[in-house]
T-cell receptor
């Protein structure tokens, strides 16, 4: 009965590799997000999708490409991984988008370590 | 764009004391102000929120106040307990949720 689930929970990979993180929500929410949390715990929005449409694209390297096959899923693909990409990536969803004054529900996070 | 500042970055209190965390935001159009608690290794979880048409909201030991004129809002935790120890984030929202930098609260028994 997990509301927002993302996989994998941990990801260790070498520099230069390409990796994907998957996210699914079963709350029926219209909007989904990717956040990056760095080692200092700063939570920064990367992308936001509303009903499969990209609506927020922060200043993120184009090595990061989100894909939303349907409104319940939002995946994040990262090409040519760099050491600085190491962080915890959180997927989140909210009932109305974009954010419009509603709670965001977070997944459990994916700890990405690039070595 | 919206910018949210949060203070203090760390806060240590004795069990039973009160804790106050303060945030300021830059965009007067922001209309939703949630507070999230993140325990070590866990996801952020909403603990309380307030909308721009309300000045104060309380839920048991936690309360949030909002001053729209000054563009600041605060989280108040009374009778703190060791399990309140966590990182707390404020956020402000119009189109997107912009988070503050977090406050690490440590409650000592």
């Amino acid at each position: 009965d997990t509301a927002v689930s993302q996989t994998p929970k941990y990801l260790v990979t070498q520099m230069g590799n390409d990796k994907s993180i998957k996210c699914e929500q079963n709350l029926g929410h219209d909007t989904m997000y990717w956040y990056k949390q760095d080692s200092k715990k700063f939570l920064k929005i990367m992308f936001s999708y509303n009903n499969k449409e990209l609506i927020i694209n922060e200043t993120v390297p184009n090595r990061f490409s989100p894909k939303s096959p349907d409104k319940a899923h939002l995946n994040l693909h990262i090409n040519s991984l760099e050491l600085g990409d190491s962080a915890v990536y959180f997927c989140a969803s909210s009932p109305k988008g974009p954010h419009g004054g509603t709670e965001a529900f977070f997944g459990q996070g994916t700890r990405l370590t690039v070595v | 764009g919206e910018n949210v500042e949060q203070h203090p970055s760390t806060l240590s209190v004795q069990e039973g004391d009160s804790a106050v965390i303060k945030c300021t935001y830059s965009d007067s159009a922001s209309n939703y102000f949630p507070w999230y608690k993140q325990e070590l290794g866990k996801r952020p979880q909403l603990i309380i929120d307030i909308r721009s048409n309300v000045g104060e909201k309380k839920d048991q030991r936690i309360a949030v106040t909002l001053n729209k004129t000054a563009k600041h809002f605060s989280l108040h935790i009374t009778e703190t307990q060791p399990e309140d120890s966590a990182v707390y984030f404020c956020a402000a929202s119009i189109q997107k949720l912009v988070f503050g930098t977090g406050t690490r609260l440590l409650v000592s028994p």
